[in-house]
């Protein structure tokens, strides 16, 4: 894939370097501190830069301030140290994959990359950047990392934080995401606070303690919580979400959430297998909802006192007594199960049903019956087998809407 000998390339360089500090490389492969110190006169490296797999245990690539193209090391078993002075943008991706001995990562003036990719740098523990505050895309995953301080960007495309086992702690300047949002299987303590975002297009948020968004406003996608070990959820700025789904899935230690300002999900709403909390009387506002209501769980009380319209089912089943609910419920029921029409797809609502944690699909009941609200509704939950992907549910959330308002 790259290229091999790398001395064609080298000669180039040296033969322009010596009147034009643009080095021209379309790839080069540094195979040595020797050959990373032939780039030392170059300002711009245009190409892309591989560190070869044999490049010893320390690199330092000072010299350059721009390298137009990747920079890339890809499995690596030596390297430990690699490092630039100089270096403050990467056109293209800073790519590090499988550098099981890395422990040291020093780009003090780094400010700029298009994407970063870290995957498999199980040593890494020492990093600078400049920080980097430019980036569209960033993954960064199975690290050592103990902190993400060394990226203070305020908006991104793609950014994915997952299995970095000792990451307890991230405070994100984050204001705009326009792509998605994944922080998943880190340290399980990890605390993630989002003080500035205020529009996100996607995200999937699993295994943290605490996830703060104050001033959320806006979800253009889906925002999905699954596993969570946070006690309470808040999002006291969202008003809306523009084109997707809000699902709380397996969150065990859950016990309050609240949407004080949430009108309207243009698709579905999820809450399933949340097993400590008691109540869903916390959306006071949320009057439509474009796709399906799925409700799972230990609940005493269900309560939407602004619903004004639902196009797909409304799906409520509670291992507790919810009797009282489903009636006050089953007023917004469609036409033909004798409600007010707000709701346009079947709706059905199950007080003591044992298995109510056992189903955390996005899909909804067929039956048209509204069970709950004669108190013998029990068990007739169809249980799909657990594990179930979640996108697949989610998407599942919109269709089944679809097919329930069109009965
Ligand atoms: C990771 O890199 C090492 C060399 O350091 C190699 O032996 C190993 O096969 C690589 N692992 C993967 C999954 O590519
Ligand atoms: C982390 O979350 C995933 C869901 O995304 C879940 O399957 C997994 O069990 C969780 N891990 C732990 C340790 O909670
Ligand atoms: C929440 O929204 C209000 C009104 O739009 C705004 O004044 C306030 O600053 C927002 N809160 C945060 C934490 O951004
Ligand atoms: C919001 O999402 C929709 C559907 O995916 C997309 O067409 C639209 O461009 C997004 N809005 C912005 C501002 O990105
Ligand atoms: C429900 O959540 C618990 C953890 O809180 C988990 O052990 C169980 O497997 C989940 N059940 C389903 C059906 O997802
Ligand atoms: C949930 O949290 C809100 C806001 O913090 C609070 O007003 C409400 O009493 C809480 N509800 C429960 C059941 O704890
Ligand atoms: C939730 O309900 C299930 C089934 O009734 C029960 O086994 C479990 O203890 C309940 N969990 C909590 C936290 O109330």
Avoid: H
């Amino acid at each position: 894939m790259f290229v091999k000998y790398l001395l064609p390339a080298f000669v180039a360089i040296s033969s322009v370097a010596a009147q034009s500090a643009t080095c021209t490389v379309s790839t080069t492969t540094i195979k040595s501190q020797a050959e990373a110190t032939k780039l030392a006169s170059c300002k711009t490296v245009k190409g892309t830069v591989v560190l070869g797999s044999e490049s010893g245990a320390t690199v330092d690539i000072s010299g350059p301030k721009e390298i137009t193209g990747d920079l890339i090391v890809e499995n690596n078993g030596m390297l430990q140290s690699f490092q630039s002075s100089s270096l403050e943008t990467i056109g293209g991706k800073f790519g590090l994959n499988n550098v099981t001995l890395l422990g040291s990562l020093q780009f003090p003036k780094l400010t700029s990359a298009n994407a970063v990719e870290w995957v498999s740098l199980t040593r890494l523990d020492n990093l600078a950047l400049g920080p980097l505050s430019k980036a569209d895309d960033i993954r960064i995953s199975d690290t050592f990392l103990e902190s993400l301080d060394a990226f203070a960007l305020t908006s991104v495309g793609k950014f994915k934080i997952d299995n970095n086992g000792r990451l307890t702690k991230y405070s994100s300047q984050l204001t705009s995401l326009s792509g998605e949002l994944i922080i998943q299987a880190n340290g399980l303590d990890l605390e993630v606070d989002m003080p500035k975002l205020a529009w996100i297009a996607n995200m999937a948020i699993a295994n943290v303690t605490k996830f703060t968004v104050p001033a959320l406003k806006v979800v253009n996608g889906s925002a999905r919580f699954d596993s969570n070990l946070f006690e309470t959820f808040s999002a006291p700025n969202l008003t809306n979400t523009e084109t997707g789904d809000i699902s709380f899935v397996g969150n065990g230690f859950l016990k309050n959430m609240t949407f004080p300002r949430l009108t309207e999900i243009a698709g579905g709403l999820l809450i399933a297998n949340n097993t400590g909390l008691d109540r869903v009387t916390f959306f006071p506002k949320l009057s439509k909802v474009s796709g399906a209501v799925k409700l799972r769980g230990n609940f005493s009380a269900v309560e939407f006192p602004a619903l004004e319209n639902v196009k797909g089912a409304f799906d409520v089943s509670s291992t507790g007594d919810i009797k009282a609910s489903c009636e006050k419920l089953s007023e917004f029921a469609p036409k033909n199960q004798n409600g007010n029409g707000k709701i346009q797809g079947v709706f059905t609502c199950t007080a003591n049903n044992d298995k109510a944690n056992e189903d955390t699909d996005g899909s909804t009941s067929d039956s048209g019956q509204v069970d709950g609200t004669d108190g013998s509704g029990k068990g007739d939950d169809k249980n799909s087998a657990a594990g179930v992907v979640l996108n697949a549910a989610l998407f599942g959330l919109v269709a089944v809407a679809g097919l329930a308002s069109a009965l």
